[in-house]
Nanobody
Framework: VQLVESGGGLVQPGGSLRLSCTASGFTFNRYGMSWYRQAPGKEREWVATISHSGSSTNYDNSVKGRFTVSRDNSKKTIYMQMNSLESQDTAVYYC????????WGQGTQVTVSS
């Protein structure tokens, strides 16, 4: 199993970014997937989850209404559109899947700063 994130960067408060996570090594359309983030000096925290089909999503309250997770099973990729970014969103963002054990991507840095 391999997960590769991309799309992070530096953005001003109020700006937007779209993260991507491309997967390989498992039957992608059978597994729900999640985004987590880890801010400096803090523990990794759950952000959002999307079901295997994409029909169901869940979000942490801190991002609800601002972030949208989606997936394209034909491309074995999930996305997270992040709008109205705040300084508190600064973190390394990780893609996660459980396929008989935990798998994590390498992470992509998101920095929200003026």
């Amino acid at each position: 199993v391999q997960l590769v994130e991309s799309g992070g960067g530096l953005v001003q408060p109020g700006g937007s970014l779209r993260l991507s996570c491309t997967a390989s090594g498992f039957t992608f359309n059978r597994y729900g997937m999640s985004w987590y983030r880890q801010a400096p000096g803090k523990e990794r925290e759950w952000v959002a989850t999307i079901s295997h089909s994409g029909s169901s999503t869940n979000y942490d309250n801190s991002v609800k209404g601002r972030f949208t997770v989606s997936r394209d099973n034909s491309k074995k990729t999930i996305y997270m559109q992040m709008n109205s970014l705040e300084s508190q969103d600064t973190a390394v963002y990780y893609c996660y899947v459980w396929v008989f054990r935990d798998y994590w991507g390498q992470g992509t840095q998101v920095t929200v700063s003026s």
